[in-house]
């Protein structure tokens, strides 16, 4: 139950995903989680990985088989292990989350050529990696989605950000939950894009985005990432 303005407590749901811009889609909002993400025995900070058959790029982990995401020549076939289990959900979210996992482990490398001596201190180069991914998904959200979403007006009423306040309760509301952020769903299209280099559909066509469910096989065998990013632009 919570309590609003002095209100009598009323009911609401539970949500286990934290309500900051964490980067918890990546890192996960648990440490169970983060520890099937990331070998934090490994000095350079880096994700697990895995390697597309069609472009031989990283890629989001696998599960384990029985945490199967869809049924493939009568074999099942895992699901990502991602920060988020709705990283599953169709390709474009396996899209963005698996560049956000490239994003950590290119920084990452970086920062161990950068600073060598970092690999005697365990997790320095992972905890240095997050801070500057996270920071990245702040501002992308705060200086180019949520103006999109709230528009000059919107902006203007919200004000500028004045530093972290302690007194302000950071939770999501059941209001903006189930209400005010369902708009990306009316926005989603039915076929997701498809396109080769050149501007053309690949051979295999477009995607429904109700085939591209939880299809992680179709995600690594027609093209992966720049497929899908060259089909949304």
Known sequence: RKQHHGAPPIRDQINAISSFLDGGILYGSEATVNQQLFDHGDPTGKALHGTSDCDRMQ???????????????????????????????????????????????????????????????????????????????????FYEVVPQQLGPIGMKLMGKYKGYNPHVDPTVTSEISVAANRNGHYRANELIFRLKENGEPIKEGHLLISSSAFNVFAFLQDGSVPVFIRGSM
Not at 105 to 129: F, Q
């Open 59 to 141: 890629t989001l982990p696998l599960r384990n088989v029985s945490q199967s995401c869809s049924i493939i020549q009568q074999k099942p076939f895992p699901c990502f292990q991602a920060g988020d289990v709705r990283a599953n959900a169709h390709s474009m979210l396996m899209t963005m989350h698996t560049i956000y996992m490239r994003l950590h482990n290119i920084i990452a490398g970086k920062l161990a050529v950068l600073n060598p001596h970092w690999l005697k201190r365990k997790g320095m180069v992972y905890e240095e990696t997050r801070r500057i991914v996270i920071a990245i998904i702040q501002r992308l959200h």
